[in-house]
């Protein structure tokens, strides 16, 4: 969501501040009397593509440059500015000077920007900033940030094999008596056997 945010506050930054270079007005340079001639001559020529120069008070000689292209035909505007002229500046075609010339205008920022755009030129590239951060901050954070250890196997020790318990110990009057039986009565003493065995195995 911050990643997003900032591609949002970018893409606005850079949209307003394209609009408002690229929307600057160059103020005309000259005396005031050029300068005043220039606002008079924009709506003909269009705004920021004309220039204006005078030289001489009597007879005067007025050079009009116009932003476009060499070969474009000057004379429909010819008689357009002349009337500005002669309305402004007392301009007479018989005693005095027109020169007109067209060609294209280097490119360049405009004006000098106002406080209100500049702040909000700042504003934003400061949001885009702090976005950026905002939205970088948790990466830095996983790579500095040092992975847990895993906690260490535990070693069990085997046990000891278990002791069977030591056979009692016979007595003597009872193995005579065993064997004894054993020979009187060998048959018998074979199925007490077998029974001791079988049982030992179940």
């Excluded at 934003?124 to 847990?148: I, K, M, N, Y």
């Excluded at 060998?186 to 195995?201: G, L």
Aim: proline share 8%; hydrophobic share 45%; no cysteine.
């Amino acid at each position: 969501m911050v990643l997003a945010a900032f591609v949002l506050a970018a893409g606005l930054f850079a949209l307003r501040a394209y609009d408002v270079l690229g929307s600057g007005k160059t103020e005309p340079v000259g005396g005031v009397l050029e300068q005043e001639l220039t606002y008079l001559l924009e709506p003909i020529t269009g705004p920021d593509k004309v220039r204006v120069s005078v030289t001489g008070s009597s007879p005067k000689s007025v050079l009009v440059m116009i932003d476009g292209d060499f070969a474009t035909d000057l004379r429909p505007l010819r008689t357009r500015i002349e009337t500005v002229l002669t309305a402004a500046m007392a301009f007479n075609p018989e005693r005095d000077t027109l020169s007109l010339t067209k060609f294209p205008f280097a490119r360049g920022v405009g004006a000098s920007l106002t406080p209100l755009q500049i702040a909000e030129l700042t504003g934003l590239a400061l949001l885009s900033a702090l976005l950026l951060a905002l939205g970088l901050a948790p990466q830095r954070l996983r790579q500095t940030v040092p992975r847990e250890m895993d906690p260490p196997l535990r070693t069990v020790a085997p046990k000891p094999p278990a002791r069977l318990a030591a056979p009692a110990q016979v007595d003597r009057h009872d193995q005579h008596d065993a064997n004894a039986l054993a020979e009187a009565k060998p048959n018998e003493t074979a199925q007490v056997v077998r029974n001791w065995m079988s049982y030992a195995e179940d």
